[in-house]
T-cell receptor
Framework: DSGVTQTPKHLITATGQRVTLRCSPRSGDLSVYWYQQSLDQGLQFLIQYYNGEERAKGNILERFSAQQFPDLHSELNLSSLELGDSALYFC?????????????FGPGTRLLVL | GENVEQHPSTLSVQEGDSAVIKCTYSDSASNYFPWYKQELGKRPQLIIDIRSNVGEKKDQRIAVTLNKTAKHFSLHITETQPEDSAVYFCAAPATSGTYKYIFGTGTRLKVLA
């Protein structure tokens, strides 16, 4: 167990809908990262937050947004869902958000868009 | 630029043999290189990492070597066991001045009993 929690574990929804994925970082970690992993694919970096502020952005679609709250948990919002958005979504956390730190991954949320 | 190349994409070895996976990065200022193991449907888990001030690090059957001149680093697994079967990802910091790191495309390792 990495100490990073994600909810829900599974999510099934329809095209056009909106969902929210939640992540709580390890105790003491200030930075949260979101990744998308499609079937048999690699880890695509979406976005990073540090202490409530956006720090780095990857290839995140405009239909996707995220935020980190004062208690440091983070939410990833996916809207106008398409079939291609079906994937595993991982959250990771690290202490200071620097790229020379270890990132610890949560168990992921499996999203299925029908 | 931001680029981490990982080879091979698949690797099959007999139980007890060694496995080597190699990654190449592009930014000479990169200073931290983790390796993650991901079992099917599970989260990526850190198995070993190395910083740029050392050339090799070992942890039981796993080792990582770093060649800063050639800008590549490798994962070595000795005496492979069936439970080593998984997808392995390397990572390296993205272009200097950013905070993220870039993952390699992954290597699917199969250890045949």
């Amino acid at each position: 167990d990495s100490g990073v929690t994600q909810t829900p574990k599974h999510l099934i929804t329809a095209t056009g809908q909106r969902v929210t994925l939640r992540c709580s970082p390890r105790s003491g970690d200030l930075s949260v990262y979101w990744y998308q992993q499609s079937l048999d694919q690699g880890l695509q970096f979406l976005i990073q937050y540090y202490n409530g502020e956006e720090r780095a952005k990857g290839n995140i679609l405009e239909r996707f947004s995220a935020q980190q709250f004062p208690d440091l948990h983070s939410e990833l919002n996916l809207s106008s869902l398409e079939l291609g958005d079906s994937a595993l979504y991982f959250c990771a956390s690290s202490k200071g958000g620097h790229n020379a730190e270890t990132q610890y991954f949560g168990p992921g949320t499996r999203l299925l868009v029908l | 630029g931001e680029n981490v190349e990982q080879h091979p994409s698949t690797l099959s070895v007999q139980e007890g043999d060694s496995a080597v996976i190699k990654c190449t990065y592009s930014d000479s200022a990169s200073n931290y290189f983790p390796w993650y193991k991901q079992e099917l449907g599970k989260r990526p888990q850190l198995i070993i990492d190395i910083r740029s001030n050392v050339g090799e690090k070992k942890d039981q059957r796993i080792a990582v070597t770093l060649n800063k001149t050639a800008k590549h680093f490798s994962l070595h697994i000795t005496e492979t066991q069936p439970e080593d079967s998984a997808v392995y990802f390397c990572a390296a910091p993205a272009t200097s001045g950013t905070y993220k790191y870039i993952f390699g495309t992954g290597t699917r390792l199969k250890v045949l009993a």
